[in-house]
């Protein structure tokens, strides 16, 4: 008996593969690859994939790409991830993209490297891929929907680190609490905040400490800092972990109003630190916006109208976008303070 | 009796399949199948062994960790400059060497196979994670990460599948693993070499979590402590799908096929036709639960017409 049912699992998948025999030539112009300009206008299918899936950030990207999914009309938007954030998870999803044969897929890659051979099958299979949210390999995708440029990163952390402590005149020594000494998107940011500084002659950056993403070390070394430094009047916490670290420190020692401390994180995170004071603005991109546009960058890559060469990109009630080189830049970073910061959930 | 429930799974998955096509027709392309089979082989390789050390009425909790302390045995070799020639068996060994070690204390020790597992299951991922400090080590040659995407990984499971069935139908080993899971106490008094019989299999569980963990890293290109997590559930249900008693004593190898096959081709459906990641988690469950009940119907009747006689 256990022999018979050996003998029945080969049978059984022949069966389901001659049926597809038939199902393929049936639906012919369903399963052959058309190139890209044939399927202009036409209804496509667009898989938008999240590093994590049901985080507040990501959810609030997906958001808006529904929004203009529904705006568009002609794009059928698969909106899944994996909940535990594994990337070989997602590898799964990108290979089951690439099995059903979708259009195009936009990726935000929580490891490129595990993530880059399966987007290259994609690629393979005749799918656009693209990046949002965070790049990879340049090889395995088309695009990347850049959300901020590290120099509009790096002015507006400086723009609003100097408005927190007077405008212009604002005076006093700021220092930088980093991820890793090693972390590239950080240093980069960094590099513009030391060109952005000497707009305000009043400010002396003393020091730049790593936190290693861990916020117990941004804790202490806020901590060191603001006793190393007695004139230290502003902490850049540039790190989504370091942030909450540093203005903790700063709540503790019974410094708030007197050292500001600024950086990038979502609302949520840094909601109740706005609200008490201990922090006056928190930087971030318009995530709504990020996931609307990468929408809209996915169509025009299938439309053809986004391609190599190309400057600009009509995207809806954004307007044009521009593109520099294979970046599709969002642009534009948002300020949360006190005033706005209950407006958003995410 | 164990025919009856590889007929469930036939049964299950012809219709699975077949509602497969109506609603969704290219889910059931070769093309489509190849490219989602690539995903079940390190789970497929793992549970061959598991169903083993089932059948003795032991249980293999750390089969996840193993792999995970395995693939970061193998990065580190890499990253260090060791040619992968030496770093690929080398760390197939240390898996070995890792089971082993279970198979040491379950048999010699006669520690609770559960307890034991369970705590190389915690000590393995831990030293996985202390040794490499939880980062991936990434950059593999290219010849490497082929090789998960070949027959290669489906041709160790077939080659260890078959092997497998043989020992466990024809050969005294197989009779001895049969005995020690329904009547351990009687086959010692047999002559039966208990111990020994476990902690080849044990070893042989590590072996093949060193197998699994080298179609991992070649197919995701990154060796990482938290791979592997959970494999041993995934690993444990398929084997219970494919009509092994949990007790012991029964099991094979034809089950065990069509519990992975239906287990995969479920969870794959699911999340094709609903595009909803979470929906995976509940499906192992679901699956297991139905076979079980339809089973049950007509084991019911039948007791009802023997009570009535």
């Known amino acids: 008996m256990k022999l018979t049912s050996l003998l029945i699992l080969p049978c059984l998948l022949a ?30 299918t667009m898989a938008l994939l999240p590093k994590k899936k049901g985080v507040p950030y990501f959810t609030s990207c997906s958001e808006g790409a529904q929004e203009a999914a529904k705006e568009l009309g002609n794009v059928e938007l698969i909106y899944d991830g994996p909940t535990s954030g594994d990337p070989a998870e997602a590898v799964k999803l990108i290979d089951q993209w690439t099995a059903q044969g979708v259009d195009v897929i936009a990726v935000s890659p929580n490891d490129p490297a595990v ?19 965070a790049d990879a390999d340049p090889a395995s995708r088309e695009f990347l929907v850049n959300q901020a440029t590290p120099e509009e990163i790096g002015n507006s952390l400086v723009d609003a680190m100097a408005k927190d402590m007077g405008g212009d005149k604002a005076t006093g020594d700021v ?27 009043g400010l002396h950056l003393v020091a730049t400490k790593p936190s290693n993403e861990d916020q117990k070390l941004a804790f202490s070394t806020t901590q060191d800092l603001m006793n190393a430094y007695p004139n230290l009047k502003g902490i850049f916490a540039i790190s989504s972990v370091s942030f909450p670290g540093a203005a903790e420190a700063i709540k ?7 050292v500001f401390v600024t950086g990038l994180s979502t609302p949520n995170d840094m909601k109740s630190y706005v609200q008490q004071g201990v922090v006056k603005s928190v930087i971030l991109w318009n995530t709504k916006d990020l996931g609307y546009l990468t ?48 407006n958003f959930n995410f | ?98 089971g082993a070690t279970n198979g040491w204390f379950v048999a010699r020790l006669k520690v609770h196979p559960l307890l034991v597992t369970l705590a190389t299951m915690a000590a393995f991922r831990g030293i996985a994670e202390g040794i ?27 080659g260890l599948a078959i092997t497998t069935h043989i020992v466990l139908t024809r050969t005294v080993f197989g009779r001895w693993i049969v005995a020690i899971g329904t009547e351990e106490t009687v086959s010692r008094f047999s ?83 609903w595009k909803q990641n979470e929906l995976n988690l509940i499906v192992i469950g679901s699956l297991l639960l139905v076979t079980v009940l339809l089973e049950r119907i007509p084991t019911r009747r039948k007791l009802g017409e023997i009570a009535q006689h």
């Open chain 1, 15 to 44: 069966l389901g593969c001659s049926s597809t025999e038939t199902s393929k030539t049936s639906s012919a112009p369903d399963v052959t690859k058309t190139s890209s300009s044939d399927k202009g206008g036409k209804k496509i």
């Open chain 1, 115 to 133: 993530l880059g051979p399966a987007m290259k099958r994609a690629r393979a299979a005749g799918i656009k891929v693209l990046t949002w949210d």
């Open chain 1, 175 to 201: 220092a930088i609490v980093t991820a890793s000494l090693t972390a590239s998107n950080q240093n980069e940011w960094i590099k513009f905040m030391k060109s952005r500084l000497p707009k305000y002659p």
């Open chain 1, 252 to 258: 503790q020692a019974g410094k708030s109003g007197k």
């Open chain 1, 295 to 342: 929408v809209y960058a996915a169509r025009a890559l299938v439309d053809g109208t986004l391609k190599a060469g190309s400057t600009t990109l009509k995207a809806g009630r954004l307007g044009d976008k521009n593109v520099v080189k294979d970046n599709v830049m969002l642009g534009g970073t948002i300020t949360f303070t006190k005033d706005n910061i209950a």
């Open chain 2, 1 to 98: 009796m164990s025919w009856r429930r590889e007929w469930t799974l036939t049964v299950l998955l012809a219709v699975l399949m077949a509602g497969a096509f109506g609603l969704e027709p290219r889910f059931v392309s070769v093309k489509a199948q190849t490219l989602l089979f690539t995903h079940l082989w390190e789970l497929a390789v793992v549970a061959v062994p598991m169903l083993l050390i089932i059948i003795t009425g032991g249980i293999d909790l750390s089969v996840g960790s193993t792999i995970a302390l395995s693939a970061i045995s193998l990065g580190l070799m890499f990253e260090r400059g060791v040619s992968l020639l030496i770093a690929v068996p080398g760390a197939i060994v240390i898996a070995a060497l890792l």
């Open chain 2, 132 to 158: 490499s400090l939880a980062r991936p080590i990434s950059g593999y040659p290219d010849g490497f990460l082929q090789v998960a995407q070949g027959p290669l990984p489906a041709i160790i499971f077939g």
């Open chain 2, 191 to 273: 002559g039966v070499p208990v111990a020994r019989v476990k902690l080849v299999l044990y070893a042989v569980s590590g072996f093949a979590c060193g197998l699994a963990a080298m179609i991992l890293v070649a197919r995701n290109n990154t060796a990482k402590a938290d791979i592997g997590m959970g494999m041993e559930l995934d690993a444990i249900t398929a084997v219970v799908l494919g009509g092994a008693s949990i007790q012991g004593g029964k099991g094979s190898i034809p089950g065990l096929v069509l519990g992975l096959i239906l287990i995969h081709e479920t969870r794959e459906f699911v999340s094709w036709h």
